[in-house]
């Protein structure tokens, strides 16, 4: 396994700070139980109803269902750890775990449901919008791009290969469009929206901004849909998080540009603002830029960050549909903070460097690690080969910048 190799690497082994206790997200009390109800349901209670006996040999914390270990794990400097046993578990309950209710998420310019599970875990989904070796039109802005379910699910891998590790867990999920959305959901915008094609295929569009329309339905074949079903961050009223607009934002406007598309010296002012004067916000961000144009995202117009952190914390690289959508041309101006700053961590780049090797190819072990999806293969052959060639343009930017 080359995957397995990786992860052996040195490079993959460099220390996290120590995780003291204001460096955690939540500080749980270690007496709350959690307990499966005695119907046999796998739904569980807290503390305040369970048995105050737990099973033999099981701490409270045991008791946890997995989303929830998942949630009590976030801390300063990751969103999970490397080695974390709870990842295919979680993934694993994303894929399986029963539905129970399926609305529609608000906001947004394109349909995305909230479906929950028995033990109280949300998922995000993202339904199929195109299949796996359709390239999006060049005359496309990427602003009215489609949202794809396969790219979420391979960009939560590759930012995992990359030791970002700050993408929420995503699996893929063919759902069943009657039972598991259109009988369940409580939703009556939603359930308004539901019909049957001329085909004899199940169909829905909800209510959004963009593709909400019957012209845009989802159908069913004939009511099982694919889909990317991404663990839920920490509800906001628990765990605040701050939303920042990225200083090399696009201008989302058919003709005019953005002020870093007209300035080349656009980075020195950026690092005069905070919070990129000081702390590596600057470094993390070209991390974030590094992993856009390997995937070809270019609609990356804010970013997350926990309020608990401050500013001394990772970003988070939430909602990344827009990316694996070309893979016969690449867009240089996803890296220009890496050209115009001509900064990069020394671990990132080693990374890349290593992911550039014949033993740790990036596009095999992104192949490896996708094929354990249930929807692989999650990428056609040529987004893989993309990624190669893709890295290859950041280490020759990387190399520009060392010779200056």
Same mark, same amino acid.
């Given at each position: ?9 040195p490079?993959?082994?460099i220390?996290?700070?120590e995780?003291? *206790?204001?460096d ?6 270690p ?7 005695s ?7 807290s ?5 105050t ?15 929830l270990?998942? @949630? ?7 969103l ?5 046993p709870l990842?295919p ?12 209710s399926?609305?529609?998420?608000s ?6 449901l ?10 995000l ?11 999006t039109?060049?005359d ?14 391979a !960009?939560?891998h ?6 970002f ?6 699996? %893929? ?6 039972k ?6 409580t ?8 019909f049957?094609?001329?085909?004899g ?8 901004s ?5 012209? @845009? ?8 849909? *694919?889909?990317?079903?991404?663990a839920?961050?920490?509800?906001k ?24 598309e007209?300035?080349p ?7 005069e603002?905070p ?5 590596h ?19 990356r ?8 952190f401050?500013n001394?914390?990772?970003?988070? @690289?939430l909602?990344?549909g827009? %990316?694996?959508g070309?893979?016969?041309?690449d ?5 220009a ?5 001509c ?7 080693l990374r890349l460097?290593?992911l550039?090797?014949q033993?740790y ?9 996708l094929?354990?999806?249930?929807? !692989? ?5 040529p ?6 060639r893709?890295? %290859? ?6 190399g ?5």
């Amino acid at each position: 396994s080359k995957l397995a190799a990786l992860f052996e690497h040195p490079l993959y082994n460099i220390p996290v700070p120590e995780v003291t *206790e204001k460096d955690k997200l939540f500080i749980i009390n270690p007496m709350e139980k959690f307990s499966l109800r005695s119907s046999g349901s796998d739904e569980w209670v807290s503390s305040s109803k369970a048995e105050t006996l737990l099973p033999t040999g099981k701490t409270a914390y045991d008791t946890y269902p997995t989303w929830l270990k998942f @949630h009590i794990g976030i801390n300063r400097y990751e969103l999970y750890p490397r080695r974390d046993p709870l990842l295919p578990m979680l993934l694993r309950d994303l894929a399986t775990q029963r539905i129970v209710s399926s609305v529609q998420k608000s906001g947004g310019t394109q349909l995305k449901l909230i479906m929950m599970f028995p033990n109280y875990g949300q998922a995000l989904f993202k339904p199929m919008k195109q299949t796996r070796d359709q390239e999006t039109p060049i005359d496309f802005f990427y602003f009215s791009d489609f949202e794809r379910h396969n790219a979420e699910i391979a !960009a939560f891998h590759l930012d995992r290969i990359l030791d970002f590790r700050r993408i929420p867990p995503v699996s %893929g999920r063919l759902v069943n469009i009657t039972k598991e959305i259109r009988d369940i959901t409580t939703d009556k915008k939603l359930a308004k929206t539901f019909f049957i094609s001329p085909a004899g295929n199940v169909c829905f569009y909800g209510e959004c901004s963009y593709y909400c329309s019957t012209e @845009h339905a989802l159908c069913g074949k004939p009511d099982r849909l *694919e889909g990317s079903m991404a663990a839920l961050l920490p509800d906001k009223t628990l765990a605040k998080r701050r939303s920042w607009r990225s200083p090399w934002r696009r201008s989302y406007h058919k003709s005019k540009k953005a002020e870093w598309e007209l300035n080349p010296n656009y980075c020195a002012q950026v690092r005069e603002t905070p919070p990129y004067d000081r702390g590596h916000r600057l470094l993390d961000l070209i991390d974030m830029t590094i992993l856009d144009f390997l995937m070809g995202n270019m609609d990356r117009h804010h970013y997350e960050t926990f309020e608990k952190f401050g500013n001394d914390t990772f970003l988070l @690289h939430l909602d990344n549909g827009r %990316g694996f959508g070309t893979h016969s041309r690449d867009e240089p101006s996803i890296l220009a903070p890496l050209q115009q700053c001509c900064s990069i961590k020394k671990s990132t780049y080693l990374r890349l460097q290593l992911l550039a090797t014949q033993p740790y190819r990036l596009s095999d072990v992104l192949r490896e690690a996708l094929a354990a999806d249930p929807l !692989a293969p999650v990428l056609a052959e040529p987004h893989l080969r993309a990624l190669d060639r893709r890295l %290859g343009k950041v280490l020759v930017e990387v190399g520009h910048c060392l010779a200056r």
